[in-house]
């Protein structure tokens, strides 16, 4: 039986989902604090000259109302400042949320991803992704989806409202707002998202070069090509800061076309508006508090002319991240158990590599014991990355239960599978937490079993607080030998069919190694050993060897 539960991919509506009542807070605080900033200098500009022309007789002067106006003044005045503050809590928030939201969803489905697949990447354009390219996702809804909200929001506002007041002062006015709001923007992005993705992309590429210069620093200057490549790099910098001008350059002028058409509507509402006050048809003070609504709209209609730019970053960013995350497992299998392995004139290579596994026959089975050992750099590792389903065979097949692997459910291996590598991570978390990272639902009983097996317990009742105290971050205070093994007590959690350990048991002592294979062989399981270290052949079932080339000597 095959269950099907596949989550949506990264998209613009899963970074706002997970606080979408922050975001439309912020908005509405936003529109408000924007609409105050209007409101305030239309409100101001139309009291000045409405008290101007009641003062112009002793009977108006009596009459009019100066306390709801002055009111409405202060009331804006205190609106702008608190909402804008106010914003700024909720947009900030809303970001800080959406950022650990982001670095939980990419970290998450990183621990699904091939380790090899990020060592093809490089560190410093992995760097890029984790860190820069996550960071610049935030610049979506700050600087794009917000920016517009409140452009759109307040102009149809306007609009509305100058429609309502005197259509024949809107009709002139309308082309260049309509130029400042759709058309700018459009233009601008027509010449600059290209560019303002096209920089998120080289952001990451000049990063990598940057480190890998750097690395070989000492070699390439014992060769004589140190001036050489620092040129090329230095080439290449100038031509991304090059472009980061011209994409300055680009937003300027949007900015500077969205101030002549807000300028164009001004004057051409300055042009009627005389005409319609000179006939009667719209009251003096009340033109002011029109055209003076223009100049407060500038506030709103200037970021949005250079919105494309962020535009262009996030979704240069959000394909980047997107590349580096596989899929979320797409199946669960339930009712096909684990039967057997098998190595069909196997050949495989890793990227560069000259040597690694060779026309390789095995066939192994649930419960067998296997040992795979050989010379360094033979390609035992590479045999590794095969045999959990990381690096696809150059020749020969992989089979499962009889069948190639891209015919089993997508994510079987990966449930029946139990794999510990060369290197072993330690979070900074609690001990408990770094175990229940291979079974959330571990009881406590469960946890000192595993580190029972492991013979970490004595260690573990030794902490301050047992299985609560913090690890340090990257296990800097643990051994090697207390890494593998706390690597092994989450593979003895999940239970797996099959066992891979490459030098799993590096770092102890034979003793030890022995009595924890024990444990191991105890389980029903598949065991597969990549060791080059002396282990007690009594324990294996099979001994495959390989030559320095990668070829099967024995298999006994």
Known sequence: MIRKDRPSALSWRTLLAGQAGIWWLAFALGFFTLLAVVGLLTTSGWFISATAIAGLSMATAYSFNYFSPAALIRLAAIVRTAGRYGERLASHYAVLGLLKDLRLLVFARLSQTSPLKLWQLGSGDLAQRLVGDIDHLDAWPLRFFLPWLWASSLLLLFIALLAWLQPLLLLPMLPGLLFAWLLVPSLGAWQGYRLAKQESQQLGKR????????????????????????????????????????????????????????????????????????????????????????????????????????????????????????????????????????????????????????????????????????????????????????????????????????????????QQLGLQLQDNYCFHLSLAENLRLAKADASDEQLWQALEAMELADWAKQLPKGLNSQMSEQGRTLSGGQLRRLGLARLWLQQPSIWLLDEGLEGLDPQMSQRILKRICSQECLLIVISHQQLDSNLFSQIVTLDERGRCLDAS
């Open 207 to 414: 990063r990598q070069d940057l480190l890998q210069l750097l690395r070989n620093q000492v070699s390439l200057q014992v060769f004589g090509q140190w001036a050489l490549k620092q040129e090329q790099f230095l080439s290449q910098d100038q031509q991304l800061i090059l472009e980061q001008q011209r994409l300055t350059q680009i937003q300027q002028l949007c900015q500077l076309a969205s101030l002549a058409g807000l300028g164009l509507s001004l004057i051409m509402g300055l042009y009627t508006g005389v005409h319609l006050v000179a006939s009667g048809l719209l009251a003096g003070p009340w033109l002011v508090a029109c055209l003076l609504a223009i100049l407060g709209l500038q506030e709103v209609l200037l970021p949005q002319s250079g919105s494309f730019i962020a535009l262009g970053q996030a979704a240069g960013a959000k394909q980047r991240i997107s590349e580096l995350l596989p899929e979320a497992a797409a199946q669960t299998v339930a009712g096909q158990t684990f039967a057997s392995l098998e190595l069909v004139n196997l050949s495989a290579r890793m990227p560069g590599a000259l040597n690694g596994p060779s026309q390789l026959n095995c066939h192994w089975q649930l419960g067998d014991r296997v040992w795979l050992r050989g010379p360094s750099g033979c390609g035992k590792s590479t045999l590794c990355w095969v045999l959990s389903g990381q690096l696809p065979a150059e020749q020969g097949q992989l089979l499962l239960n009889g069948k190639a692997l891209t015919a089993l459910p997508e994510n079987w291996l990966g």
